[in-house]
């Protein structure tokens, strides 16, 4: 036990270390590209919901006979703002597809309370019609002048001629921000967000972010970005084979229970193991289980300490794009320091799984 909480504080203490070598970093550098100008984006709504905002019911999933959501239920509240998380594959994107009624469940049912207004962001973009221009895509109304939409796009920081670039021909980070600000003009009052701080930089994740802690909504969102999750959620749900587990409060948060809850046995609980005969052959097995945990315990340990070393190397990178102001580089690091961090948060998931049997069988 004492080891396991040591490792775990050293995870933090790098969390945080890596944290501000990042702070330190963007306050380093003198002109960093993106810094001078910021989209504006603000989430405004025009109705309030009722207290309840969404029930669903034993949604369940499959693809090719796989089951990826399986008799998944929750409700939502006025003023909530989920997390979700869970492994790569586990089915996050495929629960909100569902809800949005973009894809069809096998069974269950989704429910919205009165007066709800959704408001979905697509990671990839496949609301975009490509053959659209910027100004065509972004006009949902005939009463909208050109003007006005250009004076929207420009706040978005598409400026002259680019608002007549094709869906098409778009970045990756342009068509973030077309469908920011399509999300902009729905005034929503429930915001449905799947990855979306993906090809973003770090200070367009800040402005997403500044938006969201004023939003006045309720919001459930997807990401694999702790930081994000952390400063935006007041709830995380994990998703797994079983379903949705939730807890109250933000990433941190969620992960301080999982420690709380293995370390919290009480007196009946160490008494009964006490109690409990093993034959020889039950405990030859159980030494060989906690062997193979021991070892891949210590594999987990020594794959995130690489990705550590990855991280450190990775700033660097971002801290010299920044001073030679290349966009193109900037963004290509950002979306491999997401990728990083995805693969971490997954380490860590399974280190505290394996971490947890251990205790059980120690």
């Known amino acids: 036990e004492e080891y396991i909480d040591r490792f775990r504080a050293g995870i933090k203490a790098r969390q945080a270390k890596g944290r501000k070598k990042i702070l330190d970093r963007i306050d380093r550098m003198d002109d960093p590209v993106f810094n001078p100008q910021r989209m504006k984006l603000k989430f405004e709504t025009d109705t ?10 034993g949604i369940s999933k499959s693809f090719d006979n796989k089951k990826v959501l399986n ?21 996050k994107s495929t629960l909100l597809k569902i809800l949005v009624n973009k894809l069809k469940k096998d069974s269950g049912t989704v429910e919205f309370g009165s007066r709800v207004k959704v408001g979905y962001y697509d990671q990839n973009h496949m609301d975009l019609t490509p053959a659209n221009n910027i100004l065509q895509e972004i006009n949902n109304s005939l009463n909208l002048t050109e003007e006005y939409l250009r004076t929207l796009a420009g706040a978005f920081l598409f400026s002259g001629d680019d608002v007549l670039k094709k869906v098409e021909k778009l970045s990756g980070g342009e068509k973030v921000r077309v ?3 399509k999300l902009y003009m729905q005034r929503a009052n429930f915001l449905i967000l799947d990855e979306p701080t993906n090809h973003l930089d770090i200070y367009s994740i800040e402005v997403l972010e ?24 007041n709830t995380i749900y994990y998703l797994d084979e079983n379903g949705l587990t939730k807890f109250k409060g933000n990433y941190e948060d969620y992960k301080e229970s999982l420690k709380n809850n293995k370390s919290n046995l009480t007196a009946t609980d160490i008494e009964t193991k006490e109690e409990q005969k093993l034959s020889y052959q039950e405990q030859k097995e ?27 190397n990775l700033n660097a990178e971002y801290e010299k794009a920044g001073k030679e102001n290349n966009m193109e580089k900037l ?29 059980s069988l120690e």
């Open 71 to 91: 008799n998944v239920s929750f409700q939502l509240f006025r003023g909530e703002r989920v997390g979700i998380i869970g492994k790569n594959g586990i089915g």
């Open 210 to 233: 500044d938006a969201l802690e004023d939003f006045d909504g309720t919001m459930l969102v997807v990401s694999h970005n702790r930081h994000f999750l952390d400063t935006v959620c």
């Open 48 to 57: 309030i919901t009722g207290d309840n905002v969404l029930k669903v019911n």
């Open 286 to 312: 159980q030494s060989r289980k906690i062997a193979k945990l021991k070892r891949d315990i210590e594999k987990l340990e020594k794959e995130m300490e690489k990705i550590t070393e990855m991280r450190e």
């Open 331 to 359: 963004m290509e690091v950002q979306e491999k320091l997401d990728r990083l961090e995805e693969e971490e948060m997954e380490k860590m998931e399974e280190w505290d799984v394996k971490s947890g049997e251990l205790e």
């Open 179 to 181: 469908s920011f600000l």
